[in-house]
């Protein structure tokens, strides 16, 4: 899929690099910023009042809201694509109630069911919009506070009618409006940007319409990585539905293909050509690697070749980091040059081979502080011969030392790279921390 060139990019390579990988899954039971920002929004509505016509006395009834209780929000999805709201809350309204040239205070506790059906639609460059397909509101005064039974027996007709005439318009609009504050910081959090190196940053973006099923709401966000000052482009990997996991009991679960992660290794695993001399400061088993190269140049027509003298090493990444996601275990796969060399008797460094060393990296993965975290540790090394200027070997006998040499020396570089870690979208406001990590079908999912 062409990642090498995310490493090395050709000349060629204009257009943005896109990997439509990347979705998450919401439970059901999720509400957004609404809870917070409705009961203030309730309070600002007008409730209305009620002023009788003719003559003295004049029964006045002038309605407001006092305090509007934390509301309970659940959101039921259907099969049509369509997400029923539920909003229940409490209302405490007070009024004065005049009687000729006298009043009492009147305070009514009502229970409010607002159910709305809500849709997205017109997607356009990661922007979407909500239609309320259908909006109702059910009341019920749950008691009405006053000091006569006879007054109580007036005005709860009365309150009914206002809030009847007033109340479900209203509610609506406002849940209208307050959702689509809610859109906007959801928005907010699927469209973001990173910085992932100096001249790289990852951006996030909504990919489409979101899914909605019975089971889950789901998001597909392209991933848009830009590097040195070029747009690089993968193809689109995954076309196919998601396949997500059991999200209940889960706020938000995560899922990154395969594909993905390989496009945005390359960019987090940046590690510069190394080079250094094997003495036991640097690499604890130099002698025995000396000694191990000097037998093979023992067998050798190989007259100038210095005899256990100090190697000089370059390790070179020649192949950009993939990663393979296996329900029994996941790796790294990485592939090195090491070009091995040594001093002549007069002091020049003499080229004796080159190999090439596929690498095979354990991983373990974490998130902190939102970011997705890999620790690799190696666990296999293939060496093959690319040149020798020595004639033919056997790299048999290097294999070991080649090992622990890459481990002292080399593993502490990428492990260096990988923790600064991969950004993850803290999709509406969820902490994406301490997750569950679920592997299947070359997909990673992350479940908070």
């Not at 997205?120 to 990661?126: E, I, L, P, V």
């Not at 966000?221 to 747009?231: D, H, K, P």
């Not at 210095?306 to 390790?315: D, N």
């Not at 090992?403 to 990988?418: A, G, K, Q």
Request: glycine letters at 4%; hydrophobic letters at 50%; a positive charge.
């Amino acid at each position: 899929m062409g990642i090498p060139e995310l490493l090395y990019p050709s000349p060629r390579v204009t257009e943005q690099h896109h990997v439509n990988a990347l979705q998450w899954a919401v439970d059901p039971s999720g509400t957004f910023v609404l809870a917070l920002l409705l009961p203030g929004a309730f309070k600002q509505v007008e409730v209305g009042s009620f002023e009788t016509q003719g003559f003295f006395p004049h029964p006045c009834l002038r309605l407001h809201i006092v305090k509007v209780y934390l509301p309970v929000i659940s959101v039921e999805l259907k099969a049509n694509a369509t997400a029923q709201l539920h909003l229940k809350t409490r209302l405490h309204l007070s009024a004065q109630y005049h009687f000729g040239l006298l009043f009492e205070r009147i305070d009514i506790i009502v229970d409010v069911h607002v159910m709305a059906d809500i849709m997205f639609r017109n997607y356009s460059g990661g922007i979407v919009r909500f239609k309320y397909e259908i909006c109702e509101t059910e009341f019920t005064i749950a008691n009405v506070v006053c000091p006569s039974y006879l007054i109580k027996t007036r005005v709860k007709p009365l309150v009914l009618n206002i809030l009847t005439a007033t109340l479900p318009g209203a509610f609506c609009r406002v849940v209208e409006m307050v959702g689509n504050v809610a859109l906007f910081d959801f928005l907010y959090s699927a469209n973001v940007l990173f910085q992932v190196r100096t001249t790289t940053s990852l951006h996030y973006q909504l990919a489409a319409l979101p899914q909605i099923t019975s089971i889950t709401l789901a998001l597909k966000l392209n991933i848009v990585i830009r590097t040195a000052g070029r747009f690089l482009t993968v193809p689109v990997s995954d076309h196919a539905p998601a396949i997500f996991p059991s999200v209940k009991g889960s706020a938000l679960c995560l899922l990154f293909t395969q594909d993905a992660l390989n496009a945005i290794l390359p960019v987090v695993i940046r590690v510069t050509p190394q080079e250094f001399i094997t003495t036991p400061q640097v690499f604890s088993g130099s002698i025995q690697l000396i000694n191990a190269v000097a037998v093979l140049l023992s067998h050798q027509k190989c007259p100038q070749c210095p005899e256990k003298s100090p190697l000089k090493i370059s390790l070179s990444v020649v192949e950009a980091a993939t990663i393979v996601l296996q329900p029994s275990s996941t790796y790294l796969r990485l592939v090195l040059e090491i070009t091995v060399g040594a001093k002549d008797p007069l002091g020049a460094i003499i080229d004796l081979f080159v190999l090439k060393a596929s690498l095979k990296l354990s991983v373990e993965m974490s998130v902190h502080d939102c970011r997705l975290i890999f620790f690799t540790k190696l666990i296999k090394v293939e060496l093959r011969v690319i040149s020798s200027d020595i004639g033919h070997i056997s790299v048999t006998s290097l294999t070991k030392w080649m090992h622990l040499l890459l481990v002292e020396t080399f593993m502490p570089r990428i492990n260096d790279c990988l923790n600064a870690g991969i950004p993850l979208p803290s999709l509406l406001d969820i902490n994406v921390a301490y997750p569950k990590f679920l592997i299947s079908q070359g997909r990673l999912v992350l479940c908070v």
